[in-house]
């Protein structure tokens, strides 16, 4: 009988194994990325005094409003350029990208697009 390992046990452990070479700090945070069916968050963190420096999220009210669908291409892009402007006005310009093992495509690839546009390097 074949074991079929569950998607989400494959990506949280591509996670770790990212997490091991990535770290955010003072000087260049950590912009980690978690998508869910109906969701995606974004948050800017310190890992060196474990800190979330700026988040955004479409279950706020305010990107919410802006969005027709909040599990779409077009929602990851905008709340891109939610978190980048937010963290540009907090005085973040750098960042190491963290896309919590997921693939690069599609949503996530649209909210780091997005968010280099908004003013982050990375």
Do not use: W
Not at 39 to 58: E, F, N, P, R, W
């Amino acid at each position: 009988m074949i074991n079929k390992v569950s998607r989400a046990e494959v990506r949280q452990k591509k996670h770790r194994r990212m997490r091991n070479h990535i770290s955010g700090t003072a000087a260049r945070p950590r912009l980690a990325v978690f998508r869910s069916n109906m969701h995606m968050y974004a948050q800017i963190i310190d890992d060196s005094c474990g800190k979330t420096l700026v988040s955004a999220s479409t279950t706020q009210k305010d990107v919410k409003a802006e969005l027709e669908k909040t599990n779409d291409v077009k929602a990851a892009a905008y709340l891109g350029t939610v978190i980048g402007k937010k963290a540009v006005e907090a005085g973040i310009t750098e960042v190491v990208f963290d896309r919590g093992g997921f693939i690069y495509q599609g949503k996530i690839q649209a909210l780091a697009d997005a968010a280099r546009e908004a003013g982050l390097v990375f």
